[in-house]
Nanobody, 123 residues
């Protein structure tokens, strides 16, 4: 059983929007802080957004502030990433991750990872 499954990626034009989803199947999100990372070809995986389980507060990388919004629905056991004003440099495989901690970070020491969903921004 895959613990995290992402969906919602695709090909979108610059300036467009996407909403990524990540469903947890093996545990309850209420006990986990969640994060979205991305990895572009030839680059290291980087954190773009995360949400603390302690108070549901979000955190964003500077490169995505004002364009990305992370949220979670405990009842659906799902975390979302709304991506607006997409840029070609946002092209990457996006991964969600879960850690059993009250606080998230961009250090990739997470308990569970999804398989990734491809986001391609191109005209």
């Amino acid at each position: 059983q895959v613990p995290l499954v992402e969906s919602g990626g695709g090909l979108v034009q610059p300036g467009g929007s996407l909403k990524l989803s990540c469903v947890a199947s093996a545990f309850s999100l209420k006990d986990y802080s969640m994060a979205w990372f991305r990895q572009a070809p030839g680059k290291e995986r980087e954190g773009v957004s995360c949400i603390h389980s302690r108070d549901n507060s979000p955190y964003y990388a500077d490169s995505v502030k004002g364009r990305f919004t992370i949220s979670r629905d405990i009842a659906r056991n799902t975390v979302y990433l709304q991506i607006n004003s997409l840029k070609p440099e946002d092209t990457a495989v996006y991964y969600c991750a879960a850690v059993k901690s009250a606080q998230c970070s961009f250090i990739p020491l997470y308990d569970f990872w999804g398989q990734g969903t491809q986001v391609t921004v191109s005209s």
